[in-house]
């Protein structure tokens, strides 16, 4: 096991004791103890030696507990949003808007039409016997109105609250909608840092070996050897080139997307890829600028090789896709993750001829 990655499986012990607080002060704090271990890492890692590498294994350790913190606050966060979408997937009870039939009003309307032209028949009847069944028909006819009324309210009062359950029903189907989505944007952004971990482990790892190969010590000159008269030598390659990490220029870069630093015409977008392969450099460039005055094409592609050299700033020659030649300039920026770019072509009409900026290692 790599030194990194044993101190990166110390760091998920200690990180065990945090994972209880899944609240968002824990990672922060976890965020604000790796950015303080890994203070000046970068900037120092080409001049350092033996305490910038025991400074890449705390920050791999405390990138670690950071990670394995906020994805333990976030896949709590992704529970809890699980528990209430399935509460909110029950829809709710509504009242029948049949509970009273309508076959029951009608009838005590029937009844009561009846009753009452009964009363009417026998309104100027003076059989003491027929006023007796006629006041107790009057009496029939206001239960029958009573009842009516009764009926009618309920009928009301069941209509309210269907079309109150109907809006809730709306709501509640719109608010499972949300928490859907937003339990899936959780999952995709824990599956995220499941990945980011590994990789700054990984990276700081690689940190590490490249502090210490710039660093060693330089090796002893080979013996010279003998060579025919007859055979014309090959020129012999500058091994001085080492003095800067070859990991400084090679690898993708690109523009960042806010508090990018330029010169001249504000680029947009910016994809570098350097590869190198036995002290020799290529590469591609693409990218687009802001359109300015006489430029109504601000793209830029082009592709470039040539020998790494001894010096801080390689130059290369480089082609655009239309066939003009030009020159490209990388200069190790300030941070070991930043790389500067200057470029110039020849005459393009409406086209970008030179840009300045810098660039971020993906």
């Known amino acids: 096991m790599t030194r990194c990655r044993l101190l990166s499986a110390l760091a998920c012990c200690a990180t065990a004791i945090l994972v209880g607080q899944t609240g968002r002060d824990a990672y922060r704090q976890a965020y604000t103890v790796w950015q303080q271990a890994q203070a000046n890492l970068e900037r120092d890692a080409g001049t350092g030696g033996a305490s910038q590498v025991a400074q890449a294994d705390r920050s791999a350790a405390a990138a670690t507990t950071f990670e394995a913190t906020r994805t333990a606050y976030f896949k709590s966060a992704t529970e809890e949003v699980a528990q209430r979408r399935k509460l909110l997937r029950t829809a709710a009870v509504r009242s029948s808007p049949d509970a009273i039939p309508p076959a029951v009003?009608?009838?005590?309307?029937?009844?009561?039409?009846?009753?009452?032209?009964?009363?009417?028949?026998?309104?100027?009847d003076k059989d003491p016997a027929i006023q007796q069944v006629r006041q107790s028909m009057e009496r029939e006819r206001v239960a029958l109105a009573a009842l009516i009324d009764t009926i009618q309210a309920r009928q009301k009062t069941v209509a309210g609250?269907?079309?109150?359950?109907?809006?809730?029903?709306?709501?509640r189907t719109k608010t499972a909608a949300a928490f859907d989505q937003q339990s899936s944007l959780l999952s995709q952004t824990v599956a995220q840092m499941e990945r980011e971990g590994p990789a700054w482990s990984g990276y700081y790892e690689r940190l590490a070996q490249a502090i210490q190969t710039v660093n060693a010590p330089a090796p002893e000159p080979a013996p010279p050897v003998a060579i025919s008269t007859?055979?014309?030598?090959?020129?012999?390659?500058?091994?001085?080139?080492?003095?800067?990490?070859l990991v400084r220029y090679v690898g993708e870069w690109t523009y960042p997307v806010t508090n990018g630093i330029f010169?001249?015409?504000?680029?947009?977008?910016?994809?570098?890829?350097?590869?190198?392969?036995?002290?020799?450099?290529?590469?591609?460039?693409?990218?687009?600028?802001?359109?300015?005055?006489?430029?109504?094409?601000?793209?830029?592609?082009?592709?470039?090789?040539?020998?790494?050299?001894?010096?801080?700033?390689?130059?290369?020659?480089?082609?655009?896709?239309?066939?003009?030649?030009?020159?490209?300039e990388l200069i190790p920026g300030p941070a070991f993750n930043l790389l500067e770019v200057n470029f110039q072509t020849g005459l393009r009409p409406n086209k970008i001829r030179n840009g300045n900026f810098i660039l971020v290692k993906k």
Request: glycine content about 10%; charged content about 20%.
């Open 263 to 328: 010169h001249g015409t504000p680029p947009v977008a910016m994809q570098l890829e350097v590869h190198e392969n036995n002290g020799h450099a290529g590469g591609t460039l693409v990218g687009r600028f802001k359109p300015t005055a006489g430029v109504t094409d601000p793209v830029v592609q082009f592709t470039f090789d040539g020998d790494f050299s001894a010096t801080p700033t390689q130059k290369f020659n480089l082609m655009t896709n239309d066939g003009t030649t030009g020159t490209i």
């Open 230 to 245: 007859n055979i014309a030598p090959e020129a012999p390659r500058d091994e001085s080139a080492g003095r800067i990490p």
């Open 105 to 124: 009003g009608d009838l005590a309307s029937s009844e009561l039409q009846t009753v009452t032209r009964a009363i009417n028949k026998f309104a100027t």
């Open 161 to 171: 609250i269907s079309a109150a359950a109907a809006d809730l029903e709306q709501a």
